[in-house]
């Protein structure tokens, strides 16, 4: 069956470096999603994407926060500048369609040390 | 006051029970999706409820979506180690157009 997945499963940073988290989508989705949870706290949407553009975003996603479609596999997330309070869970989802079940990826735990 | 809330926050039952978790919104819902989390793992999609009534199953899981879309509950039958884990309800609100907002999750935990 197919399915999301995230690499790396767990990355560690020093505060001010810049990471960039990968997804591959399952291939024949059109939306795709970054969500993310600190530890303990609730599922947090990030942005959403389509069409090699920004659909939506939460104000979380910040001017240190960016995503990118590099090619026709690959969505990542990239965060300029980390801060310690981006320690987190960060998940990648994807659908066919906008309205209807958003699959996500196992997540990457970053901590920013 | 939070946009969703799940009650309740935690549950412990036997092996064999039944059980509910509520999921109940501030604000009219397009849509309500029922998550499964096992801790420091992924989601799981189980359901997706679009319709008020609308109700669906899957294996011993019922999940069923009120006539006034703003409050779901899901029951789970019989209930097995298995089922042990946090569920997650997220919802796409009026107003958005592909975001999720999730709720706090329900803890289960099923005893022998």
């Known amino acids: 069956e197919p399915e999301v997945t995230q690499t790396p499963s767990h990355q560690v940073t020093q505060m001010g470096q810049e990471v960039i988290l990968r997804c591959v989508p399952i291939s024949n989705h059109l939306y795709f999603y970054w969500y993310r949870q600190i530890l303990g706290q609730k599922v947090e949407f990030l942005v959403s994407f389509y069409n090699n553009e920004i659909s939506e975003k939460s104000e979380i996603f910040d001017d240190q926060f960016s995503v990118e479609r590099p090619d026709g596999s690959n969505f990542t997330l990239k965060i300029r500048s980390t801060k310690l309070e981006d320690s987190a869970m960060y998940f990648c989802?994807?659908?066919?369609?906008?309205?209807?079940?958003?699959?996500f990826g196992p997540g990457t735990r970053l901590t920013v040390l | 006051s939070q946009e969703l809330e799940q009650s309740p926050q935690s549950l412990i039952v036997q092996e064999g029970k039944n059980l509910t978790i509520n999921c109940t919104s501030s604000k009219t819902l397009y849509g309500l999706y029922w998550y499964k989390q096992k801790y420091g793992e992924g989601l799981i999609f189980l359901m997706m409820?679009?319709?008020?009534?609308e109700e669906k199953s899957h294996e011993k899981i019922t999940a069923k979506l009120d006539e006034k879309k703003q409050q779901s509950s899901l029951h789970i039958t019989a209930s097995q180690p298995s089922h042990a884990g946090i569920y997650l309800c997220g919802v796409r609100l009026a107003g958005t157009a592909s975001k999720l907002t999730f709720g706090t999750g329900t803890r289960l935990q099923v005893t022998l």
């Open positions: 989802a994807s659908s066919v369609q906008r309205e209807i079940e958003q699959f």
């Open positions: 409820l679009q319709k008020g009534g």
